[in-house]
């Protein structure tokens, strides 16, 4: 019990993260009645075009005793996907769950998936050396507010 409340705080901790993020960069922010995949989607006006973003929240919290990978991120499966959703995933320090080292906002087109697997999908967006989460550089249009600003592009995930 202890360990699935920690894991909602910490899923809760992520998601407003990310949503202080859209809500600085003036989204406009709209919750499901039902969390059946998304956490939340956002949307803005740009030019005379509205975009409509899903948005799905993964916070990636290493161990204190995580040994240096070359590959960490998503691994697991996804509930909805979408064509012009974002897979929003802050990289945490291991025993820092208050803020991210850095937040990587990734394109359904960047998400990896094989429907035989049990965990259907991944997307392995940083790696982790000397106790900290490294980002990997084809994927650094994706971070921060480099990554804030693709989402705002209206041919994002093609």
């Not at 025993?95 to 937040?103: K, Q, W």
């Not at 094989?114 to 994706?142: I, T, V, Y």
């Amino acid at each position: 019990m202890a360990s699935t409340v920690r894991n909602n705080a910490r899923s809760t901790t992520a998601e407003f993260l990310v949503l202080q993020q859209f809500v600085d960069r003036r989204w406009e922010i709209y919750f499901p009645y039902r969390d059946k995949g998304f956490d939340f989607v956002v949307s803005k006006r740009i030019g005379s075009q509205i975009l409509w973003r899903p948005i799905q929240v993964k916070g990636i919290y290493p161990t204190v005793k995580k040994k240096d990978r070359r590959d960490i991120g998503l691994r697991g499966k996804l509930s909805r996907l979408d064509p012009h959703m974002v897979l929003a995933m802050p990289f945490f320090k291991p025993g820092n769950s208050r803020s991210p080292v850095f937040i990587a906002y990734i394109p359904l087109s960047k998400i990896r998936q094989n429907p035989k697997l049990d965990r259907p999908h991944w997307c392995l967006a940083a790696s982790h050396r000397s106790g900290s989460p490294r980002k990997k550089s084809q994927f650094e249009q994706h971070y921060d507010t480099q990554g804030l600003k693709e989402v705002e592009n209206p041919a994002w995930g093609e």
